[in-house]
C-alpha cells in the first residue's frame, strides 16, 4: 500500500504502537494512496468521509507531527476522501519551483501506462521525444477525450528526462495556471517580468496541459506565443496536451494553431476491453501486491466504465478500499456493496441521458422533417446532413459527453466528424440568421418541460 510514501510507512510504525489495534486497522492501514505536490503537501486518501472526518479531527495534529519528526523537508500531511479523488485533487499554487523534485506526479511514468491499439502511436511517439528532447518533434501535440490518459502520458515524459538527468527543469503546467500567471505578473502595471521569465524560460521543457482552456484569453495567448517562440528557437520541448486536433481548435489565435499544426500530433482513444482490463490488472498490483482481484470482477468494472479511465480506476480504488477497510474477500456481493450506489447513479444518468439525445434527435428531425433513420444515418444530401450537424452539436452543447460517444449515437462515426460538425454548425450561427433562429427554436423545444 501506498508504494510512494516511505515517510507514511515511517508514520505508521509509530501509530501502530501510539494507538489500540483496531483504530490502527480501521483508520490508518487502508489508506489507499498518497501523492506529493510542489509545496511538500501529502495528501493521503481514505475510502470515505467518515474515516477522513475522523482521523481530521482526533488525529491529523499528531500526524504531522510525527511527519514534521522524520522528514528532513518541510511537509504536511492532508486525508481526503476517496470521493474528492475522483474530481481530481487540485494542488496549491506555487510560482518557484523545486526542480529536482519537479512538479510532476511521479507515478505518471512510461512504465505505468498500459499500451493498447488506442494509444500505441502516442506512447512510441511520447518515447522518442523523452529520450532526444527537442530533436524529434516540436511541439509535440497529444489530444484525445477526458480521461483518457494525456496527463499521464505528458508527465511520462517529463519524468523519464528528469530521471536520465536530475539537473534538467521541467515545467509542467495547466492552461489555467499559465492564465493565472500571466494576469498575476504581466497584466497591466505589474512589472513582474523577471518572476514570469525565472519560471516560464529558464527551462529545458515546458508540458501545457488542457490548451483548450486558453481560448478566449487573447492578451495570454499573445504572451504564450511568445514565449513559445522563444522556447522553440531555444530548441527546447514543448509539449501540449488538447481534448481536439490544432486545426479545430477555437478561439485560439490562428499564429498558435499553425505553429502547433507544424509539430507532431498524435492522438488517444478510447481502449478496448481488453486493454481496459489490463489497466485495472496494472493497477491493483500497485495498489496491495497481497490483495486478490478476480478477472471477473475486473472484466465488470471495466465493462460498466468504458469512456474514461480515471472513472474506472475510481471505482477500483473504492472498491478496494471497501474491501480493505471491512476486511472482505472481493466477491460479486462485494462489488455490488462497494459500487451500488456509483453504478445505480451512473446507470440512472445514462437512462436519462440516453432518452434525452433520443429526444433532441426526435426534436430535430421533426423540426427539419426528415426521418430519424435519416437523421442518423449515412446519406449525405444536405437535406439530411444539416439537422444531422445540428442534432450533434446541440447533444454536445446539451450533455457535454466526449465526441465519440456523440458519434456513436449516429451510425458509429469517428470523434473527428463530429467534432467538425459541431463547430461547423457552431461558425456558421454566427454569419447565418436563419440558421441561428433554427437552431435557437429547436433548444427551446429542447428545454420546453414536456420533454421530462
Ligand atoms: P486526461 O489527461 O486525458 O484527462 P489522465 O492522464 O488524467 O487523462 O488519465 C486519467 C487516469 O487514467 C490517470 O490516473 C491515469 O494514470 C490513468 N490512465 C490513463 N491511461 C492509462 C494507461 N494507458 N495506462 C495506465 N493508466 C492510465
Ligand atoms: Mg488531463
Same mark, same amino acid.
Given at each position: 500500500?501506498?508504494?510512494?510514501?516511505?515517510?507514511?510507512?515511517?508514520?505508521?510504525?509509530?501509530?501502530?504502537?501510539?494507538?489500540?489495534?483496531?483504530?490502527?486497522?480501521?483508520?490508518?492501514?487502508?489508506?489507499?494512496?498518497?501523492?506529493?505536490?510542489?509545496?511538500?503537501?501529502?495528501?493521503?486518501?481514505?475510502?470515505?468521509?467518515?474515516?477522513?472526518?475522523?482521523?481530521?479531527?482526533?488525529?491529523?495534529?499528531?500526524?504531522?507531527?510525527?511527519?514534521?519528526?522524520?522528514?528532513?523537508?518541510?511537509?504536511?500531511?492532508?486525508?481526503?476522501?476517496?470521493?474528492?479523488?475522483?474530481?481530481?485533487?487540485?494542488?496549491?499554487?506555487?510560482?518557484?519551483?523545486?526542480?529536482?523534485?519537479?512538479?510532476?506526479?511521479?507515478?505518471?511514468?512510461?512504465?505505468?501506462?498500459?499500451?493498447?491499439?488506442?494509444?500505441?502511436?502516442?506512447?512510441?511517439?511520447?518515447?522518442?521525444?523523452?529520450?532526444?528532447?527537442?530533436?524529434?518533434?516540436?511541439?509535440?501535440?497529444?489530444?484525445?477525450?477526458?480521461?483518457?490518459?494525456?496527463?499521464?502520458?505528458?508527465?511520462?515524459?517529463?519524468?523519464?528526462?528528469?530521471?536520465?538527468?536530475?539537473?534538467?527543469?521541467?515545467?509542467?503546467?495547466?492552461? %489555467?495556471?499559465? &492564465?493565472?500567471?500571466?494576469?498575476?505578473?504581466? !497584466?497591466?502595471? *505589474?512589472? /513582474? @517580468?523577471?518572476?514570469?521569465? +525565472?519560471?516560464?524560460?529558464?527551462?529545458?521543457?515546458?508540458?501545457?496541459?488542457?490548451?483548450?482552456?486558453?481560448?478566449?484569453?487573447?492578451?495570454?495567448?499573445?504572451?504564450?506565443?511568445?514565449?513559445?517562440?522563444?522556447?522553440?528557437?531555444?530548441?527546447?520541448?514543448?509539449?501540449?496536451?488538447?481534448?481536439?486536433?490544432?486545426?479545430?481548435?477555437?478561439?485560439?489565435?490562428?499564429?498558435?494553431?499553425?505553429?502547433?499544426?507544424?509539430?507532431?500530433?498524435? %492522438?488517444?482513444? &478510447?481502449?478496448?476491453?481488453?486493454?481496459?482490463? !489490463?489497466?485495472? *490488472?496494472? /493497477? @491493483?498490483?500497485?495498489?496491495? +501486491?497481497?490483495?486478490?482481484?478476480?478477472?471477473?470482477?475486473?472484466?465488470?468494472?471495466?465493462?460498466?466504465?468504458?469512456?474514461?479511465?480515471?472513472?474506472?480506476?475510481?471505482?477500483?480504488?473504492?472498491?478496494?478500499?471497501?474491501?480493505?477497510?471491512?476486511?472482505?474477500?472481493?466477491?460479486?456481493?462485494?462489488?455490488?456493496?462497494?459500487?451500488?450506489?456509483?453504478?445505480?447513479?451512473?446507470?440512472?444518468?445514462?437512462?436519462?441521458?440516453?432518452?434525452?439525445? %433520443?429526444?433532441?434527435?426526435?426534436?430535430?428531425?421533426?423540426?427539419?422533417?426528415?426521418?430519424?433513420?435519416?437523421?442518423?444515418?449515412?446519406?449525405?444530401?444536405?437535406?439530411?446532413?444539416?439537422?444531422?450537424?445540428?442534432?450533434?452539436?446541440?447533444?454536445?452543447?446539451?450533455?457535454?459527453?466526449?465526441?465519440?460517444?456523440?458519434?456513436?449515437?449516429?451510425?458509429?462515426?469517428?470523434?473527428?466528424?463530429?467534432?467538425?460538425?459541431?463547430?461547423?454548425?457552431?461558425?456558421?450561427?454566427?454569419?447565418?440568421?436563419?440558421?441561428?433562429?433554427?437552431?435557437?427554436?429547436?433548444?427551446?423545444?429542447?428545454?420546453?418541460?414536456?420533454?421530462?
Amino acid at each position: 500500500m501506498s508504494p510512494n510514501s516511505t515517510l507514511w510507512q515511517t508514520i505508521l510504525q509509530d501509530l501502530e504502537k501510539l494507538y489500540n489495534e483496531e483504530t490502527y486497522n480501521e483508520l490508518f492501514l487502508p489508506v489507499t494512496s498518497t501523492f506529493k505536490d510542489q509545496n511538500g503537501l501529502l495528501t493521503m486518501v481514505v475510502a470515505n468521509e467518515f474515516l477522513k472526518n475522523r482521523i481530521n479531527k482526533l488525529y491529523i495534529a499528531k500526524i504531522n507531527e510525527l511527519a514534521t519528526k522524520y522528514s528532513s523537508t518541510p511537509v504536511r500531511l492532508k486525508f481526503i476522501s476517496q470521493e474528492e479523488v475522483i474530481e481530481e485533487p487540485v494542488a496549491d499554487r506555487k510560482l518557484t519551483i523545486d526542480y529536482r523534485q519537479g512538479n510532476l506526479n511521479s507515478t505518471y511514468t512510461f512504465d505505468s501506462f498500459v499500451v493498447g491499439k488506442s494509444n500505441m502511436f502516442a506512447f512510441r511517439m511520447a518515447m522518442k521525444v523523452a529520450d532526444q528532447p527537442g530533436a524529434v518533434a516540436n511541439p509535440f501535440y497529444i489530444f484525445g477525450d477526458v480521461g483518457l490518459g494525456k496527463t499521464h502520458l505528458m508527465q511520462a515524459i517529463g519524468n523519464y528526462i528528469l530521471d536520465n538527468d536530475v539537473e534538467k527543469r521541467i515545467l509542467y503546467v495547466k492552461a %489555467d495556471n499559465f &492564465i493565472e500567471d500571466f494576469v498575476s505578473l504581466l !497584466s497591466r502595471n *505589474k512589472n /513582474k @517580468t523577471e518572476e514570469f521569465n +525565472a519560471k516560464y524560460k529558464d527551462i529545458d521543457v515546458i508540458l501545457v496541459d488542457d490548451i483548450q482552456i486558453m481560448a478566449n484569453a487573447s492578451k495570454t495567448q499573445m504572451e504564450f506565443f511568445k514565449l513559445f517562440d522563444y522556447l522553440y528557437l531555444n530548441n527546447k520541448q514543448i509539449v501540449i496536451t488538447s481534448d481536439k486536433p490544432a486545426s479545430q481548435l477555437t478561439n485560439i489565435m490562428p499564429r498558435l494553431t499553425t505553429r502547433f499544426e507544424a509539430g507532431l500530433s498524435v %492522438d488517444i482513444q &478510447i481502449p478496448e476491453l481488453e486493454h481496459r482490463i !489490463s489497466i485495472l *490488472k496494472r /493497477k @491493483t498490483a500497485t495498489l496491495d +501486491a497481497n490483495l486478490e482481484v478476480g478477472e471477473d470482477i475486473l472484466t465488470f468494472i471495466a465493462s460498466q466504465f468504458a469512456a474514461n479511465i480515471r472513472e474506472m480506476e475510481g471505482a477500483l480504488i473504492r472498491l478496494i478500499s471497501y474491501a480493505q477497510t471491512f476486511n472482505l474477500e472481493i466477491t460479486m456481493d462485494v462489488v455490488e456493496e462497494a459500487l451500488g450506489a456509483v453504478l445505480k447513479t451512473k446507470k440512472k444518468t445514462n437512462q436519462l441521458n440516453e432518452n434525452n439525445y %433520443d429526444k433532441i434527435q426526435s426534436i430535430v428531425a421533426d423540426y427539419f422533417q426528415v426521418s430519424l433513420p435519416d437523421l442518423i444515418g449515412k446519406k449525405r444530401h444536405a437535406k439530411f446532413t444539416l439537422p444531422r450537424h445540428i442534432a450533434m452539436y446541440l447533444i454536445k452543447l446539451k450533455f457535454n459527453i466526449p465526441y465519440k460517444t456523440i458519434g456513436s449515437l449516429f451510425n458509429d462515426r469517428d470523434h473527428s466528424t463530429v467534432l467538425a460538425a459541431c463547430e461547423k454548425v457552431e461558425r456558421d450561427m454566427r454569419m447565418d440568421s436563419n440558421l441561428k433562429f433554427a437552431v435557437d427554436s429547436i433548444v427551446k423545444k429542447i428545454d420546453s418541460p414536456s420533454l421530462k
